[in-house]
């Protein structure tokens, strides 16, 4: 049998884009890829049906983050992109029953309407208040640091991302980058305000744009994938460490590697490397679907991004994407498609309604605060990916803390993928350039966590 010099296990974004930075930093190093389904691309899957273009998962990315950039410049795939910037298209935050368009930058807080004049003085309170000890979750931190006025954008921006709850999510695994900035200037504000004056803090204060393509995102991991040698079908099901190297037990029998990239979502992972002893066997995750609609352009809908909805407004979707109104083209000439989000962490009983019946709460509840064309929707599709997103709740610094320690005990494993260090696109490119660079140096630490800004 011959030894590969590294076998990927998993070809979602995470696996094509460690190949990728593989082939490009250790290009004399043999490489294959272990694919459990007949495709490449994981949960990445775009829908074309009757003129309207949505997507199954991902709706888009920033374009802010290094490691992606580069992935869309060695792609070619920069020409082509269609960028949406945040700073032209507004975020919407239902509130009240109404839309009210969000800030563009944090200090314009304190001229809007979303916050009232005692949550507004109630921010200033972050610079007295001490870094907050333990692990809180997300809504303990914000409400403590600067009232639980803020509560609602908080919400709406743990929703837009993680589909989470902000009462169960941990603040220390989700913004370890923030955490440090508290502990290290007594105070969030204060230490932003210090990181804008040395320059570190650029990337809060400018706004990044949003892309996507005129083929949907599908075609991110399609070029991606070109150009490696993937082996789809080929579930693997045991890994062990032997004299050789590492043993993988695959639905195409044992095959053998000196290094092994698990580049899974943590579940599958922890599946696989359930012989390790890892201290939790799964974690919780969030489901979705997506429910696209078309109707008839009235000019209704703003030019903007679309809005989020805080639980505390009690409507039945999250949000909803002007996917059209961001990226021209994703609908036939006179039409507008909108495609709306439902369940999350908090709400996976809805997702058992049948399609029927989700469309006619979906549209009856857009109709109230949309000026939406009277009748039923030109296009409706309801899509409901299989894979959930992965929630960083209580133990998740646990689970990394022993990623780590079993990297370092095991030469040759590395571990990246959908929830580990993250949950969205540039999280995945960001750690598999991570896990590729550590390859000859399992378990090295990737230096201060990044303070990531937060859009909604
Ligand atoms: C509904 C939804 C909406 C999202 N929206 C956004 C968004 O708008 N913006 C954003 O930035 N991110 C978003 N994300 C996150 C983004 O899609 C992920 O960060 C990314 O696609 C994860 O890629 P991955 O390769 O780590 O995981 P996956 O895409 O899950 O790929 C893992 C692959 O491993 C394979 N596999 C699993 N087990 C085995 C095994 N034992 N052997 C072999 N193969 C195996 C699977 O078949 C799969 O192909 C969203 C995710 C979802 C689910």
New binding site residues.
Partial sequence: MKKKDVII????????ACAHFLKQERPELSCLL????EQ?????RSHEEEGYLC????????DNKEESREILADLDLMAVMQRAPLKEFHRYLCRRGRLRALPQKPQELITSKLLSPWDKVRLLGDLWKKPLPGHPTIGQWAAYRFGKGVLPLVDAAVTGTF?GDLHRLSMDAVMPGVRRLEVEYGSLLRGMKARAKSGKGKGITSLPAMINFPQGLEILVQRLATGHDIRTG????SLEKSEQGWRLG?DSGVLLAEHVIC???VN?AL??LAPFQPPVARVPLSH?C?VSLGFVDNNSIPKGFGFLTPECEGRFTLGCMFTSRMFPGRAPQGKVLLEALVGGRRHPERLDLDDTEMIRRVVADLRELLALPEGAPHFARVLR?R???PQMEGDHLNLLSWRTALEQNNQGLGL????WD???????TRSARQAIRALDQPGTDSGAPEVKPVYF
């Fill in positions: 296990v998993g070809a979602g974004l995470s696996g094509l272990l694919e459990k389904s490449s691309g994981g949960v990445i997507e199954w998962g991902p709706h888009g990315f920033l589909s080929c579930r693997v099901h695959t580049a899974l979502p599958a599946e696989l979705i997506n990916p894979g959930g997103i990246c993928g959908f929830g993250g949950i969205g696109i540039n999280d995945m």
